[in-house]
């Protein structure tokens, strides 16, 4: 039973073109919780220097960065300082998969190895968005961006 649960599924594998984004990372969340989700805007702003607070804001979107190993949740800014600290996400193509908690991780692994398979890319980054299925519930869409050769 549990094979029937999505585990037989083909994983739908789609590129979507992004716009460049300008996240803000998380000093010290990496994972979304039911706790860090309800206010993390809160989150994001507290650690902003307080004279620069008033200049920034963020889209209702929140996502899990990861480079290097290293997982940390963002959120996207809509207005912002030229400041450091802030994080580029280059506009273009991206390799797209939705996913849920359970299987994030091996379809983000998947998803790698595709865009080295078929694009020749070795991926620097992985960005999951958390995309909310329902109350206090969410789940992902995985996107790797394909630079242009």
């Known amino acids: 039973m549990e094979k029937l649960n999505g585990e037989q599924q083909t994983e739908n594998v789609f ?12 000093e ?12 993390y805007h809160r989150h994001f702003y507290d650690q902003i220097p307080e004279e620069l607070k008033t200049a920034f804001s963020f889209e209702d979107l929140a996502g899990i960065y990861e ?9 996207v800014c809509t207005r912002f300082p030229d400041t450091d600290g802030l994080t580029i996400l280059p506009q273009g193509d991206y ?5 849920t908690e359970d299987n994030r991780e091996r379809i983000a692994e998947s998803l790698c190895e595709r865009a080295k398979k078929q694009y020749g890319v070795v991926p620097e980054f ?6 909310l299925s329902g109350i206090l519930q ?12």
């Open 126 to 131: 992985t960005v999951q968005l958390i995309v």
């Open 28 to 39: 010290t969340m990496k994972t979304p919780t039911l706790d860090n989700l309800w206010n």
């Open 138 to 149: 969410w789940n992902y869409q995985v996107q790797i961006h394909l630079p242009q050769p």
């Open 15 to 26: 590129v979507k073109r992004y716009p460049q984004r300008v996240v803000l990372l998380s």
């Open 95 to 99: 390799l797209c998969a939705d996913c």
């Open 67 to 75: 480079r290097n190993g290293q997982s940390r949740l963002f959120a």
